[in-house]
């Protein structure tokens, strides 16, 4: 009964975050392919290839901005919210450079000052993107004890929450357990209120995690239980 009910509170806490998880990894696949696409310009052999490759990376920057700017709108953290809107905007300046600098690399390869620039496009682009994946993957929840959880960190607390469930029910104690496995579950529950929350999150998708949130509040009573059953 311990190891069913201790199945049943990790299947049921994983629950809560992968609604959200799948919008973020919706993003980060977009930024891969974004990078995929700077890559294919960096490596344009000539003008009329760097024409084409670049039409490609203009079409998938198009869908990423998209998806970015909504992102940007659930974020409820001001901080990450700003990082976002400046990794964005960084994207777009440098992006809209990149085809200048590298059709004069191109132009003139033998002149170190068309490479140099070049290269430092392309490095602000790439910084660009990797400061909206990090934003994307952030919230504003936050507690005094445990501090800030974003999307990787609500994930990591989940792995640490279900290593934590593992108890020896004949070595188990109440006092000992019960307090600190309730406030992180706590705290991991208003990471995915914030979710819940956010004026982005679809109607289906909160109630959802609301009845998940108490669903999983259940489980871990009923396993604290089994763990005082079989003491």
């Not at 990790?10 to 992968?18: A, E, K, N, W, Y």
């Not at 919210?81 to 590298?102: C, H, P, Q, W």
Request: with cysteine; net charge neutral.
């Amino acid at each position: 009964m311990v190891r069913a009910a201790r199945a049943l509170l990790s299947g049921v806490t994983r629950l809560l975050i992968l609604a959200d998880m799948a919008d973020v990894m919706r993003l980060l696949t977009h930024l891969k392919i974004v990078e995929e696409s700077l890559d294919a310009v960096k490596n344009a052999t000539n003008e009329q290839d760097l024409a084409s490759r670049f039409k490609e990376f203009g079409k998938e920057m198009v869908k990423l901005n998209y998806v970015a700017a909504r992102r940007q709108q659930e974020l409820k953290d001001l901080h990450s919210r700003d990082e976002m809107a400046a990794a964005r905007g960084a994207l777009k300046k440098n992006a809209t450079m990149l085809y200048t600098a590298s059709q004069a690399f191109l132009r003139h390869p033998d002149v170190a000052a068309t490479r140099v620039n070049r290269d430092y496009v392309f490095k602000q682009v790439q910084e660009a993107i990797a400061g909206i994946s990090n934003a994307a993957q952030s919230t504003s929840v936050s507690d005094d004890k445990h501090g800030p959880i974003g999307i990787g960190e609500l994930a990591a607390a989940l792995n640490e929450f279900d290593n934590k469930i593992i108890l020896d029910p004949m070595h188990f104690s109440e006092q000992r357990y019960r307090p600190s496995l309730e406030e992180r579950l706590e705290s991991i529950i208003s990471g995915a209120a914030l979710m819940a929350d956010s004026s982005c999150t679809r109607d289906d998708r909160r109630e959802r995690i609301v009845a998940e949130c108490n669903a999983v509040r259940q489980a871990l009573q009923d396993l604290l239980t089994e763990y005082m059953n079989n003491m």
